[in-house]
């Protein structure tokens, strides 16, 4: 029996490479995202387009759309980032974050939750940004505090989710060059999605609620 898999925010980066790489494993792909790219049309994966994760009307489309699949990986990628300072503080785009980054996920999961079964698996795709021990640099409100918002529902879902067989991950893909920070990362979406692939693949029920970098390094909370 084939394997699925449906990746949020699909069109480019990071999340196309994990649709490419899960493809090329011979899963079925949904990639799921607001506007397809070429890149993304040609891939081969089912593309379900004009979906915004912050938007409770899109959200029940895709559940519509979904109904029936029996999914063995959900991938929460979709994000936004936003760069506030203390002199610069922008309450729109803090709000606009939370929406994406942390309330996204988690509508996305609760959603598609009657179609993960015993041995399916979900990975969260945070940042180590959202680590309150890790930040000595400060800035970046909206960014910061929405990932925090979103490690904090992983770990809720890791112990919600765990008597019902289903695995959580929460994964830091790394500084990756993707348009995100404008090209500046220190590794490829390609990198990125091998490695995430890899810490999916190590996720078991008694790792479940784990806050890892792609490298495999556990990061602090």
């Known amino acids: 029996m084939t394997n699925v898999a449906v990746v949020t925010g699909a069109n480019r980066g990071i999340g196309l490479e994990l649709v490419k790489y899960y493809l090329t494993r011979g899963w079925r792909v949904y990639a799921v995202c607001r506007q397809a790219s070429a890149e993304l049309n040609a ?11 912050s938007d409770a ?3 029940a489309s895709l559940s519509r759309i979904l109904s029936g699949v029996n999914i063995d990986l959900l991938i929460n990628n979709a994000g936004i980032l936003r760069d506030e300072t203390i002199d610069h503080m922008n309450f729109d785009t803090l709000s606009e974050q939370f929406a994406v980054n942390s309330l996204g996920p988690l509508r996305v999961t609760e959603a598609l939750l009657p179609q993960l079964n015993k041995g399916s698996k ?3 795709i945070t ?4 680590s309150i021990a890790d930040n000595t640099s400060g800035g970046y409100y909206g960014y910061r505090m929405s990932k925090a ?5 992983g770990m809720s879902l890791a112990q919600d989710l765990k008597p019902r067989g289903i695995a959580v991950a929460i994964l ?3 500084f990756v060059a993707t ?3 404008g090209r500046r990362g220190d590794i490829s979406p390609q990198v990125a999605a091998e490695r995430l692939a ?3 693949e190590e996720l078991t029920l008694k790792t479940t609620g784990g806050f890892w970098h792609s490298n495999g390094e556990i990061l602090p909370w």
Not at 43 to 53: E, K, M, N, R, T
Not at 149 to 153: D, G, I, R, S, V
């Open 172 to 174: 830091h893909p790394g």
């Open 122 to 124: 979900i990975a969260l």
């Open 149 to 153: 918002a979103l490690n904090a529902a």
């Open 43 to 53: 891939s081969g994966a089912d593309v379900i387009q004009s979906i915004d994760v």
């Open 127 to 130: 940042s180590r940004m959202g």
């Open 179 to 181: 348009d995100m920070v």
């Open 57 to 59: 009307k899109s959200i």
């Open 198 to 200: 890899q810490r999916i």
